[in-house]
């Protein structure tokens, strides 16, 4: 019965012509008075042959239009190959221009400046609760020590606390571990700036009495001999009088979003100070 199933057009095809070629023999055997009888059988295997043209030409073009879409698909295939190899090229491209862009600010920064600057690529973070450090692909071997300013353009984002051979760590100004003397840029009111961690960074020892804007740029100060004085260190986001402490709240958010740095620049050495 599977067989039967399995092979049916095939058996049907060849049993109408066992019995087409059994009359056919038959007349030429037996003369033209079997011809009332040809004609009977002619009439009986003519639908039938029809039919069964007409299944095999339907078994036909069912396995042309089978044929025709495995190109397709086969086609469609080598398409979403190439459009997934132009997609990497674009993409390899995109980040060549963003790469041009921040190293054309870097450029830029090292043109306008009378420093002497390391470009180091960032290649690992720690932006923990308790630590907030980078590890960038510069060390001794390239001039650099423990104690130089990094920057990130426009401004300065910490220092080496670290130094090997080939490798650095960057303690961030945002590290509650980081402290150093800052001005207001606008009236160059002194104070501390100190890491906050998450919140940024706190300009602290601010008397009350001291004009403190929101939007002031902070710069550094200078005294100290560890940054040259007039690095832009940040924006004062908030400015807290309601205390009653003798000192002002004052919240500094960095120029550069931390999180996302890939190059930096290391000042090695300083020609004159920035005014």
């Not at 670290?162 to 980081?178: A, P, R």
């Not at 919140?199 to 020892?205: A, F």
């Amino acid at each position: 019965m599977f067989l039967f199933r399995k092979y049916k057009t095939a058996i049907l095809i060849a049993a109408v012509l066992i019995v087409s070629l059994s009359f056919v023999f038959y007349g030429l055997r037996y003369g033209s008075e079997r011809i009332f009888l040809k004609k009977i059988v002619m009439e009986i295997a003519s639908p039938v042959q029809g039919a069964l043209d007409y299944a095999v030409k339907s078994i036909r073009d069912a396995w042309l239009r089978y044929i025709f879409l495995v190109g397709i698909q086969e086609e469609n295939k080598n398409l979403r190959k190439k459009i997934g190899e132009l997609e990497a090229t674009i993409n390899t491209y995109k980040e060549g221009y963003l790469e041009a862009q921040r190293l054309r600010k870097i450029l830029a920064v090292e043109n306008e400046s009378n420093h002497t600057f390391v470009c180091a690529r960032v290649i690992g973070k720690e932006l923990g609760s308790l630590s907030r450090t980078l590890l960038i692909n510069k060390g001794s071997s390239d001039g650099l020590r423990t104690g130089m300013p990094v920057l990130a353009p426009p401004g300065l984002i910490g220092r080496l606390t670290d130094v090997s051979w080939h490798y650095s760590k960057v303690l961030l100004l945002i590290d509650e571990n980081s402290n150093m003397d800052a001005v207001v840029q606008r009236n160059r009111t002194q104070g501390i700036i100190s890491g906050a961690g998450p919140e940024g960074m706190i300009l602290k020892y601010v008397p009350q009495t001291q004009d403190v804007q929101k939007g002031d740029v902070i710069v550094s100060s200078g005294i100290g001999g560890i940054f040259p004085a007039g690095l832009m260190v940040g924006l004062v986001h908030d400015v807290d009088r309601k205390n009653t402490g003798l000192f002002l709240k004052i919240s500094v958010l960095p120029f550069t979003d931390l999180s996302k740095l890939e190059e930096v620049l290391v000042l090695t050495s300083a020609a004159q100070e920035i005014h």
